[in-house]
């Protein structure tokens, strides 16, 4: 262990906190050089100190807690000064660490005798230039990169690029939760002109998790006789030639195109691109087929709408055929090979701002604002995003807050069942049965109550037992009801072997007091929250009264039904009330949480 002579003045400090002068010393010193990634120079120095000191007198728990609690946080301002590297002084006015730091090392404690003296080990890594003219911001520090040159089979060029770039970054200040810059905004330091008659493909635009790199990528490709026309990203194109049936005198031409139009233009560029491929191949027919008794003639057409949502392909098909042509001038007349003569520099302007820019048409990028630095001590980050309120669970490396309480409902639906109870008695003849036979049997009566002045079933023939069954079950064949109204009338007049009769008047008695009961049954779906119990407090004036019978399964149960990185609650529920008395007014449904309820 080497340790340093205290000779004239000497600092050490580190966030907060004074090291004794007297009580302290340096157990090392090492300055080790980074070399970039690719190992051509040094970009920063790495500085590791290393101090001992002591703390005494009884008791000692307060300081030495201030001392751990201060020394074992990173970021903070470090000044090292009265040794022979002369001030070391970091993240104070413009001096920053160029990488989140400085970062302490483990804090290792000694203590002596009963609580009266401790000895702390300490050490911090402090990374920054040691050039005299450094630069400690806004500035790239490490440039690294492969070129790949690919030849293709007709001799063009396709050139890929890969890199990163490395910057210096850190807080705005000490304890600051906000960054000072993002690599993500040296894109263009990094990206050369395109090459003319070349187009460019771009790879991911990636920032790394500290902040402090930026990969990217992108390959050029050389066009080959023909350029994309003005406003176009993308485009290919076919043309293909075929005799017919009738021989070596008739061709048929198929023109067919895609084209995906760069941000920023309407689809209608992708149709005035086709057509004028189209119209330079009919001028050079035409022209090929002058003073011959060849012509052309247009048969078909198709279009195809394709990924209208993000990159929108439009594709175009023509078919023509060509009559009159020969053999030997078939491709010529056909107007194949010919070039629409789009210029390079023309598509190129038209672009620059969509498919050629590094930062793409909606120039979105990862800015410093984007960021918060995110740990357990001190006020809790409000942006991006985030706030001291809203609950937080990790998921994945990801962070998902619950919703809301009102924004937190899945699935909720709740109906109002009535059941009225007029408490009256209905009396009706016992001396009429309804009776008959039915293809020689007993006819069977579902019938509540008989039917007057229709015979017994003793004094029914076949025929008119059949009659009765038919009118009273074909169209019902279930419960039978009588209208009261219908008395004094010949109901039955009329129907083949049915004798005429009476209908006496049902008689009605209040026995009881009407009662009224109400069912309220429904279920719900809800993230994050458990769903309470639903309650009917009013009807309509009147207070009404839990009911529930628990042998017919009535109630309420909950449970938790699934997770979306937060519990998913689910509950039904069919519940019963009485009403001491019957509402006066119509009784409405419950309100829904829903749909903006309470």
């Not at 990790?394 to 059941?419: C, H, K, Q, T």
């Not at 009118?471 to 004094?488: E, I, R, S, Y």
Request: glycine content about 10%.
């Amino acid at each position: 262990m080497a340790i340093t002579t205290v000779t004239g003045v000497w600092e050490a400090h580190y966030n907060g906190y004074t090291f004794d002068p007297d009580h302290t010393h340096t157990t090392q010193c090492d300055v080790d050089p980074i070399l970039s990634k690719d190992g051509r120079t040094v970009t920063h120095s790495e500085y590791t100190i290393g101090l001992r000191t002591y703390v005494l007198g009884f008791p000692t728990d307060a300081h030495v807690q201030d001392l751990v609690r201060k020394l074992n946080k990173s970021g903070g301002t470090f000044r090292y000064r009265g040794r022979s590297l002369g001030s070391l002084v970091v993240n104070t006015s413009n001096i920053k660490d160029v990488a989140f730091g400085p970062v302490p090392r483990a804090c290792r404690l000694t203590f002596f005798g009963k609580n009266a003296a401790t000895c702390i080990d300490w050490g911090v890594t402090v990374r920054m230039p040691s050039c005299a003219d450094a630069v400690f911001q806004f500035a790239p520090m490490d440039l690294s990169y492969s070129v790949e040159h690919k030849i293709r089979v007709n001799g063009r060029v396709d050139r890929a690029v890969t890199g990163e770039l490395r910057i210096p970054n850190n807080r705005v200040a000490p304890g600051s939760r906000s960054i000072f810059d993002s690599p993500d905004d040296y894109r263009d330091d990094v990206t050369p002109p395109v090459p003319e008659g070349f187009r460019r493909e771009w790879q991911p635009w990636k920032v790394n998790d500290a902040r402090t790199v930026l990969s990217f990528g992108w390959t050029d490709i050389e066009f080959d006789r023909q350029i994309y026309p003005p406003g176009i990203a993308w485009a290919t194109y076919s043309h293909k030639l075929a005799s017919t049936d009738k021989g070596l005198v008739q061709y048929t031409n198929t023109i067919s195109a895609e084209y995906i139009p760069a941000a920023g233009y309407p689809p209608k560029i992708c149709e005035q691109a086709f057509a004028t491929l189209v119209r330079t191949r009919f001028q050079a027919s035409i022209a090929s087929r002058r003073g011959t008794q060849a012509t052309v003639i247009p048969v078909s057409f198709s279009s195809d709408e394709v990924g209208g949502y993000e990159d929108l392909k439009q594709s175009f098909s023509l078919n023509y055929i060509l009559v009159g042509s020969t053999l030997r001038e078939c491709i010529g007349q056909s107007g194949m090979w010919t070039a629409t003569g789009d210029r390079w520099d023309v598509w190129k302007n038209s672009v620059a701002t969509s498919s050629l820019s590094p930062y793409g048409y909606s120039s979105v990028s990862f800015q410093p604002g984007d960021d918060k630095i995110v740990d357990l001590c001190g006020p809790q980050p409000e942006s991006p995003g985030i706030t001291a309120q809203r609950k937080w669970q990790m998921l994945g490396g990801f962070a998902v807050a619950y919703p809301n309480a009102e924004s937190s409902w899945l699935d909720y639906y709740n109906s109002i069942r009535v059941e009225v109870d007029s408490g009256l008695a209905v009396f009706r003849d016992e001396g009429a049965e309804p009776a008959g036979t039915i293809n020689g049997g007993e006819l069977v009566s579902t019938m509540q109550g008989g039917i007057h002045g229709v015979p017994k079933a003793g004094e029914l023939t076949p025929a008119q037992a059949q009659n009765i069954a038919n009118l009273l079950f074909a169209a019902t064949p279930g419960l039978v009801k009588l209208n009261p109204a219908m008395k004094q009338k010949d109901d039955f007049a009329g129907v083949a072997g049915v004798p005429s009769g009476r209908l006496e008047e049902n008689r009605v008695q209040q026995r009881a007091a009407p009662t009224c009961y109400v069912t309220m049954t429904g279920h719900a779906m809800r993230v994050g929250f458990p769903i309470p119990c639903p309650e009917l407090t009013d009807v309509e004036g009147v207070k009404p009264v839990k009911d529930n019978r628990l042998d017919m399964g009535e109630g309420f149960v909950c449970a938790i039904v699934g997770n979306a990185a937060v519990p998913v609650y689910g509950a039904k529920w069919n519940l019963r009330y009485f009403l001491p008395t019957i509402p006066k007014a119509a009784i409405t449904p419950p309100a829904n949480p829903l749909y903006g309820g309470r």
